[in-house]
């Protein structure tokens, strides 16, 4: 049976791993790479690497840390962060990553899906969209949730799979960095609207959280950040527990 | 021990590389005729899309020296699947080194999703290649053609239906998994290819 996949995610900062609560106050979570191999030793399925840098210098040091992530960890790996254009998809690919995550860049110009897609094919396409619980609707947002748009979820993520998008993943701002559960109506609504697979984000607090996210979100994988970097849910224990609650799991 | 793995136009190339590094066996990513002959384990790894990467293998003359190659050979992903026959992406004749069709999935229902991405397990495991204390175990896949389950399959996964997870003819084997991001599990596969 296919597992449910646990994906830890690391925001990257000047080669540094950081994690913002609610997008801003960051704290300092380690180094990527050794984080990032012993997530892999504790059962990892899949690990997502953003670039939070905007610097041309930062883009560098990135992709230098692609390269070590590829060299040292064993399990699939996704990036994100300052995709505008092929040439970053292949640059980054070409580094070892498995897949590439593009967010505001999709948004204002979605050509780019199909480009990746058509490219590199659809496996290698991540759509990931940030968006907001707003009168009755779920709003998406540009530029790591600073800038608001006309685009309503469900309707841009469909759009984004016909596409090409080989995933979704989708960030609850309003659940994000609170810790109080994933978004998990909209997630079952994403399930119902597409046929590719949806990665829940924003909002694990409690091991109960990503049980919740597989069973009444229908995810078919969830990714966190904090809970697993300051070792509030080792990876591990939470497989066991997903496990015992009858969740597939690797 | 000479390594050599296929260079072609498909990807992932490299992560094959880093993860024959992992496992301490220092490969040669080569598209050279005689350091392929040569090499006495061949890897043809890949993820891509079966015609052009089967025009590009035609028109630089690498399918013929890859059927006619002596030493154990292991395909991975796309690779398997050029090893087939006739594939259903891109309605193309393949190798032909394994004489069965590449499908493409079906969804019967929403719970399917297509390309089956993820950690799936093998099943009726045979052989030195997977072992049967890999039975059950999880490894990573992401695709969406497959091969049916037939007479050269040496393990098995269930995604839609059961379907060939890993096959084996003479020297060549292959694996629809991807091996090299398959955690411990596919750094075992990788050793005991390295050992036959």
Redesign the interface.
């Known amino acids: 049976m296919l597992a449910k996949r646990i994906i830890p995610c690391l925001d990257v900062k000047d080669g540094k791993t950081v994690k913002g609560v609610n997008f801003v106050n960051f704290r300092d979570a380690g180094d990527p790479v050794e984080l990032g191999r012993q997530y892999s030793l504790q059962g990892a399925d899949e690990l997502v690497y953003l670039d939070i840098t905007a610097s041309h210098e930062g883009r560098k040091t990135f992709t230098e840390l692609v390269k070590q992530v590829a060299a040292q960890v064993n399990i699939p790996f996704t990036v994100g962060g300052g995709i505008n254009a092929l040439a970053d998809v292949d640059r980054l690919l070409n580094a070892g990553a498995d897949k590439v995550s593009i967010n505001s860049s999709a948004l204002r110009n979605p050509e780019l899906i199909s480009e990746i897609s058509g490219n590199f094919g659809a496996q290698v396409c991540v759509v990931a969209v940030d968006a907001k619980y707003d009168d009755g609707e779920w709003v998406c947002y540009l530029n790591g949730g600073r800038i608001s748009t006309t685009r309503k979820l469900f309707e841009w993520a469909k759009e984004a799979q016909e596409r090409g998008a080989g995933e979704i993943l989708f960030t609850s701002m309003s659940h994000d960095g609170v810790k109080t559960g994933y978004a998990n109506e909209a997630l079952a609504v994403l399930h119902e609207t597409l046929n590719i697979p949806v990665i829940a984000s924003g909002g694990a607090g409690a091991k109960e959280h990503f049980l919740d996210a597989f069973n009444v979100g229908k995810a078919d994988a969830a990714l966190a950040a904090s809970v697993f970097h300051f070792g509030e849910i080792p990876v591990s224990e939470l497989k066991t527990y997903l496990r015992d609650n009858g969740v597939c799991v690797r | 021990m000479k390594v050599a793995i296929v260079k072609y136009n498909a990807?992932?190339i490299?992560?094959v590389e880093?993860?024959m590094?992992?496992i301490g066996v220092d490969a040669v990513v080569t598209d050279d005729k005689e350091l392929l002959r040569s090499a006495d384990k061949v890897i043809f790894p890949g993820?891509?899309?079966a015609r052009t990467t089967m025009e590009y293998l035609r028109e630089h003359k690498l399918d013929l020296l890859i059927k006619d190659l002596k030493q154990p050979v292991l395909g991975i992903c796309i690779g398997m699947q050029l090893m087939c026959g006739h594939s259903e992406e891109g309605d193309v004749d393949c190798l032909g080194i394994f004489d069965v069709p590449v499908k493409r999935f079906v969804?019967p229902s929403?719970e399917f999703?297509?390309?089956?991405?993820?950690?799936?397990?093998l099943s009726q495991v045979d052989g030195l290649l997977i072992p049967k204390e890999l039975e059950s175990e999880?490894v990573?896949f992401?695709?969406?053609f497959y091969v049916p389950v037939n007479e050269h399959t040496i393990a098995r996964t269930?995604?839609v239906n059961p379907f060939s997870s890993a096959l084996r003819k003479d020297n060549f084997y292959a694996t629809q998994f991807?091996a090299?991001?398959?955690?411990?599990a596919?750094?075992k596969i990788l050793r005991n290819f390295m050992d036959l």
């Open positions: 990807g992932n490299y992560s880093c993860a590094r992992r993820v891509g899309e969804a929403a999703k297509v390309p089956h991405m993820g950690w799936n397990q999880f990573y992401v695709h969406s269930d995604y991807h090299e991001k398959s955690g411990e596919g750094e």
